[in-house]
C-alpha cells in the first residue's frame, strides 16, 4: 500500500523540518509513499525550507513533492488532492495535530471504507481543548447538519481517503478557506461513502485554531450555502460508489 500525506504549509517554517522528517519516517513502512507540501501565501520562508527538505529527505521509498497555491487552506488541499498517487491519502496540516493517531487507528481497521475522518467528536478521542473551543465546535456541527445534512460529528480534524475517491472529490470542490475539509465530505458523500469516524488524540499543545468567531460564522454560513446549492444543482460524475469501491 502507498500512502500520501498531502500537508497545507502556511507560514510554519519553525516547525516543518521536525514535521515532515517524521512523516518520511513513518512513511519508510510502505515503500513507494509520498510527502506533498503545498504552501500557500506564506511569508516567513515555508516554501524555501520545503524545497530543501524535498531534496534532503526524497528517497526511493518515500518522495517528498513541493508545490505553491494562492493563500487559502482550499486552494492547498485541492492541490494535494490533484497531486496525489497514493492508496490512501492523508488530508492534514503540516503542524500534524494528532500526531500519528489517525493513521493508528485506520491501520488497526479491519476494512476500512474509502472515507475516514479523524474526529475530535469522537467518545474515545483525547482532547485538550477549551470549553469555548467545544462550543463552538458544537454550534458548527449543528449548521453541518441543518445546512447540509451531514451526520459526521466533526468535518474538520483529518480526512483519511481512498486515493480513487479523491479524484473522483476534487474536481468538485470550490472552497477557498478551512471549509474545505466539509466539501470533501460532503462530495464523498454525495458519491455514496459512509463516512467512519475514528478517535485521535489532540493535546493541549497543539498549535490553536485560526478560525474566529466573531469574524468567521458569517462566512462560514454563507459558504455551507453556497455549498448545499452546488451539491444540490451539480452532477458529481459518474456512478455512484460501488460496494468494492466503497471498502476499497
Known amino acids: 500500500m502507498r500512502i500520501t500525506y498531502t500537508l497545507a504549509v502556511h507560514d510554519q517554517a519553525r516547525q516543518m523540518e521536525a514535521n ?41 521509498d518515500v518522495e517528498v513533492r513541493v508545490d505553491s497555491v494562492p493563500k487559502g487552506l482550499g486552494n492547498a488541499h485541492r492541490r494535494g488532492l490533484q497531486m496525489a498517487r497514493g492508496d490512501l491519502v492523508v488530508v492534514i496540516g503540516v503542524d500534524l495535530p494528532f500526531s500519528f493517531t489517525d493513521l493508528d487507528e485506520w491501520l488497526a481497521l479491519d476494512d476500512p471504507p474509502s472515507l475516514v475522518l479523524g474526529s475530535k467528536s469522537h467518545p474515545r478521542s483525547q482532547l485538550g481543548v477549551s470549553a469555548g473551543r ?37 474536481p468538485q470542490l470550490r472552497c477557498t478557506d478551512y471549509l474545505v475539509t466539509t466539501e ?65
Open 20 to 60: 515532515v522528517s517524521r512523516v518520511v519516517e513513518r512513511l519508510r513502512s510502505f515503500p513507494g509513499s509520498e510527502v506533498i507540501l503545498v504552501e500557500n501565501g506564506s511569508t516567513d520562508g515555508s516554501l524555501e525550507l520545503a524545497r530543501r527538505l524535498s531534496t534532503r529527505l526524497s528517497s526511493e
Open 184 to 248: 470533501i465530505v460532503a462530495w464523498a458523500v454525495r458519491l455514496g461513502a459512509r463516512p467512519l469516524e475514528i478517535p485521535v488524540v489532540y493535546p493541549r499543545t497543539a498549535a490553536r485554531s485560526t478560525v474566529r468567531p466573531l469574524r468567521d460564522t458569517g462566512r462560514m454560513l454563507r459558504g455551507m450555502l453556497a455549498l448545499r446549492h452546488r451539491l444540490r444543482q451539480s452532477d458529481p460524475g459518474g456512478a455512484p460508489l460501488t460496494a468494492s469501491e466503497e471498502t476499497r
Open 134 to 170: 467545544r462550543a463552538m465546535s458544537l454550534g458548527f456541527r449543528t449548521a453541518r447538519h441543518l445546512i447540509l445534512g451531514l451526520a459526521a460529528g466533526d468535518t474538520q480534524g483529518s480526512i483519511l481517503i481512498s486515493g480513487p475517491l479523491a479524484h473522483r472529490v476534487e
